[in-house]
């Protein structure tokens, strides 16, 4: 899977969108290459080490994040720099978030966990009117930039209705914070250092599917990846397919198994959803002509209508079939069901070939 | 522990345990105490009430043979459930998040033992014991457990989402702390049907700290609502202890206004006596909080092994001290109501039980595929599915 993943296209393109790009490699790492096998969780809780490393005033706070975190991926933060920058807070998810803005707001990397991404919504009024807004209503005065809000995010196999949602498009709709996604553990390690050093507060969900499962080379230095800069993980001249975390890696079969029915498809990982790369996604659906989006939140209002929305307004005349969504179904996250509501990978096989064939 | 008795015992053993109801024969003729008798017998509690902006009530619990027997063997059956349930979730036969209840057993029998199926109960996601305690089967229980369509949810909730319509039991959800403000709500609705019942709101110590209880609280003292909120404080929010996470751990003060109670939560009799005393506050005042003093022995969830914010020591310290059902087996056999062979006899019934009903849930299919679009809203969609694994959806309004 992780060989899979791994990056087919060309080297990154900058693209400035954001301030934190510009530290890329200021270590001489690069970011594409080398490095030791890693899983996503370890890579996660490198880039944490370093981010406390680098920046005396970066602090790590969450439910249980200071033995380690349910997920284990701040092990061994608190032995390295101690209770005071590392702790537990109590079950208070609109806490948490309320005391990282104000951590943040008078200039400290808040670096906040919540344990599910599920058990967000009690925080939902900080992030929405408190986190995203600061700025803005401030006229620059205050913000509170070094928020990265990290929290593991969808299916599992098992997780039922608590453990398993894709809340992303909820964030989507909220300019002032950045929304971000890593698809595997270099992209997880370079993404997350990007949005904790990013001047702008971050959501930033972890492929929890991915914590162990996913195994790559990653980089063991400091190294960023640029934020709201899509990549292009697979070329192709049939179809452009969109989607980020988890779900490239059933998308990647889904291309490998359309290849061998002759059709080429192109794989784009957006990584940012908000604000996301507009321009690799229509260079892409110029050349192919089609487009599929795949996410596993519920399709109706999903951030994938966002996209195909821009697209149809930006390659209206370049489309040769209608774009194609294939997501999670429009019912709460179930429990046994959960093989009958995931968007696998035989129905966006299908609907490669519908759209395709159109 | 004093103990009164009001009625003589002898040395002669009634092996017909549960069967012979004749209590008047039993007194007439010198037998000893049979367990189902009804007469009335007085236990102090150990521990004393701690109170806030209360009187509390006495510490000498009116009891019967026939209920401490059966506080043993509701807990019992609990207990090996909640065993059961750990192995059925090691050979993944349940899936999904699970919480197990044993070794705060008697929170949940105490509770129901001074309470009527009327008065409504609404906890977290540590509900399967609770639910029994309501009268929810076994075969429910696993079968819910894992999924099957015998499930008291039908299958569609799993571990943390029981639910029993028919004896006011409320459920069963994921969320911390968001099942107090809609308690609260259902002591609202109670008050307004004046029927004198009351909901007991349950949460843990970790959801002691959610703002959401004390906005719900507010309201609920403000407006006197019957609202009862039990804290089950198993001292460990998760993997984070209490004193770690609250400023103040002594839970029952925290309403400040609101009247509150420390209970042993590991007495049933105790337990028993506060709801008691609760549930006739309530309905005068309004609101109290009480806190439960109890301990989980399993870890938060089956994820967490329980043993990396705690010792082993510690854990084994309250088996020895505290267990609730050992307090109960300790009593019973005090107070000669049965022999120790009755009790062991009655946990291997148990387990035979426990064991049957596993296999009658194993039995039992899982929910119909159709089954993922009912129940979304009120009326079906008239939803269909089709394409290559069904990827399309088609929907029809009603």
């Known amino acids: 899977m992780a060989a899979a993943l791994r990056r087919l296209g060309s080297a990154a393109h900058w693209r400035g969108f954001s301030t934190a790009c510009q530290e890329i490699n200021k270590s001489g790492i690069h970011p594409q290459h080398g490095g030791k096998a890693t899983n996503l969780c370890s890579a996660i809780n490198q880039a944490l080490h370093i981010a406390l490393e680098s920046d005396p005033r970066s602090y790590v706070f969450g439910e249980d994040v200071s033995f380690g975190g349910v997920f284990r991926c701040t092990t061994g933060l608190v032995d390295q720099f101690g209770k005071n920058r590392v702790f537990n807070t109590p079950l208070c998810e609109q806490g948490i978030v309320g005391f990282g803005i104000g951590l943040a707001a008078m200039g400290n990397q808040a670096i906040a966990e919540i344990q599910f991404a599920d058990y967000i919504f009690p925080a939902f009024d900080q992030i929405v009117n408190e986190a995203a807004k600061f700025r803005y209503r401030s006229g620059n005065q205050f913000n509170c930039g070094g928020l990265t809000i990290r929290s593991p995010y969808g299916a599992v196999g098992h997780g039922g209705h608590y453990h398993s949602q894709s809340p992303e498009a909820f964030f989507c709709h909220v300019p002032g914070i950045k929304v971000v996604i890593p698809r595997s553990p270099r992209q997880a390690k370079g993404l997350l250092l990007s949005c904790i050093r990013d001047p702008n507060p971050v959501v930033f969900f972890e492929p929890k599917w991915l914590y162990r499962q996913s195994i790559e080379q990653v980089p063991e230095g400091d190294y960023m990846l640029p934020l709201s800069e899509a990549e292009v993980i697979r070329e192709g001249n049939d179809i452009t397919l969109v989607g980020w975390g988890a779900q490239l890696s059933v998308m990647e079969q889904a291309c490998v198994d359309a290849e061998k029915e002759g059709i080429s498809c192109e794989l784009v990982d957006l990584k940012t959803l908000l604000p996301w790369d507009k321009e690799t996604v229509e260079a892409s659906v110029r050349k192919t002509g089609r487009l599929l989006i795949s996410h596993e939140a519920p399709v109706t209002g999903g951030f994938g209508a966002e996209i195909s929305a821009s697209i149809v307004e930006r390659c209206f005349l370049r489309l040769e079939a209608p774009v194609a969504r294939v997501c999670g179904l429009d019912t709460p996250f179930p429990l046994v069901f959960e093989p009958f509501y995931l968007p696998t990978k035989n129905k966006i096989l299908d609907a490669i070939k519908a759209t395709v064939k159109y | ?398």
């Open chain 2, 1 to 398: 522990m004093a103990l009164s008795r009001l009625s003589s015992s002898s040395a002669s053993r009634c092996v017909d345990l549960l069967i012979n109801p004749l209590a008047a024969a039993a007194a007439a003729i010198p037998r000893r105490l049979i367990s189902s008798d009804t007469t009335p017998i007085t236990v102090e509690t150990s521990v004393p009430f701690s109170v806030h902006n209360c009187d509390g009530p006495s510490r000498s619990v009116e009891t019967t043979p026939k209920e401490l027997v059966s506080f043993f063997k509701d807990m019992a059956t609990m207990r090996r459930m909640e065993i059961a349930a750990d192995s059925l979730y090691k050979a993944k036969l349940i899936r999904g998040f699970c919480h197990l209840y044993d070794g705060q057993e008697a929170v949940a029998v105490g509770m129901e033992a001074a309470i009527t199926k009327k008065d409504c109960i609404i906890t977290a996601y540590r509900d399967h014991c609770t639910f029994l305690g309501r009268g929810g089967t076994l075969l429910e229980c696993f079968s819910e457990l894992m999924g099957r369509k015998a499930g008291c949810s039908k299958g569609k909730g799993g571990s943390m989402h029981f639910y029993k319509k028919d004896s006011g039991f409320y459920g069963g959800h994921g969320i911390v702390g968001a099942q107090i403000p809609l308690g609260c709500g259902l002591a609202f609705a109670q008050k307004y049907s004046k029927d004198e019942n009351v909901t007991f709101a349950l949460y843990g110590d970790g959801a002691a700290n959610q703002g959401q209880l004390f906005e719900a609280l507010n309201i609920a003292c403000l407006w006197d609502l019957p609202a009862i909120l039990v804290c089950e404080n198993n001292h460990y929010g998760m993997g984070t202890a209490e004193w770690r996470a609250a400023k103040s751990p002594a839970y029952y003060k925290r309403g400040d206004y609101a009247p509150g109670l420390k209970v042993d939560g590991m007495d049933a009799l105790a337990v028993k006596q506060a709801c008691k005393f609760a549930k006739e506050h309530a309905l005068k005042n309004g609101p109290i909080i009480l806190e439960m003093d109890t301990y989980r022995y399993h870890g938060h969830s089956m994820s967490d092994p329980g043993s990396t914010y705690r010792t082993r020591d510690e854990i084994s310290g309250v088996r020895q001290e505290r267990d609730p059902i050992e307090r109960i087996r300790k009593l019973v056999l005090s107070l000669d109501l049965a022999t120790e062979k009755e009790l062991k006899d009655m946990e291997k019934e148990i387990r035979k039980e426990v064991d049957d009903a596993i296999a009658q849930a194993k039995e039992s299919p899982m929910p119909d595929p159709s089954e993922l679009f009912t129940n979304v809203y009120a009326k079906g969609f008239g939803t269909e599915v089709y394409g290559a694994d069904r990827k399309e959806v088609r929907s029809v309004l009603p």
